[in-house]
């Protein structure tokens, strides 16, 4: 009896230091440098909002709608963790759908990982001002802003209306002519 308990405790003594120095393996660095530096760190980064999630929100489908950097991505799925599928770490990120979020994820087997660690975040306006000069506006972002734009030249919209009306007008009198 006396033995077995001895075993235990020995145990219980090598269990407590190991599972501090596993937490330890997957815990995140502070990192203060600018976010523009960081994010140079990253091969892939995109501004998207999530469309769906899986794996207890773990995984992310993303509406991608600027690229800030890398190839150009269709609807990325995103791993918010370093473990398989059903398994889960201190550093896993969640997603929420219908937020929108700066993506900077890293490549791995099977696709793209990110975690808690990366610069990415929910959007907030302020991030705009890390956005570099080259970022590139797709899917229906690209649409919106065709849109804004000719809404702040309300020029066009008159130029249009006047073109549709002269060659209605043309039309109308080569009929009668």
């Known amino acids: 009896m006396k033995r077995s ?16 120095a ?7 660095v502070r990192d203060d440098r600018p976010l523009t530096e960081r994010l140079a760190e990253f091969e892939i980064v995109f501004v998207g909002t999530v469309t769906d999630v899986a794996d207890e929100r ?14 150009d991505l269709d609807r990325p799925v995103v791993r918010g ?6 398994t889960a770490t201190s550093v896993d990120r969640t997603w929420e759908i219908g937020q929108r979020y700066l993506v900077a994820p890293r490549r791995a087997e099977g696709g793209l990982v990110d ?17 570099p000069e080259d970022a590139r506006v797709v899917g229906q972002a690209d649409t ?12 066009t919209a008159v130029v ?5 009306l002269a060659f209605g007008g043309y039309a109308l009198w080569r009929r009668h002519a």
């Open 22 to 28: 596993a937490a330890a393996a997957v815990s995140c």
């Open 144 to 155: 919106d802003d065709r849109i804004a734009t000719a809404v702040r030249r309300p020029w």
């Open 5 to 20: 308990r001895g075993y235990a405790v020995v145990a219980a003594m090598l269990a407590a230091t190991l599972i501090p």
């Open 81 to 86: 963790g370093p473990g398989d599928p059903g």
């Open 160 to 164: 249009a209306v006047a073109l549709v």
């Open 58 to 71: 773990r995984a992310a489908w993303f509406r991608v709608e600027e690229i800030w950097r890398g190839p």
């Open 115 to 131: 975690d808690r660690c990366s610069p990415t975040q929910a959007w907030r306006d302020e991030l705009a001002r890390a956005r």
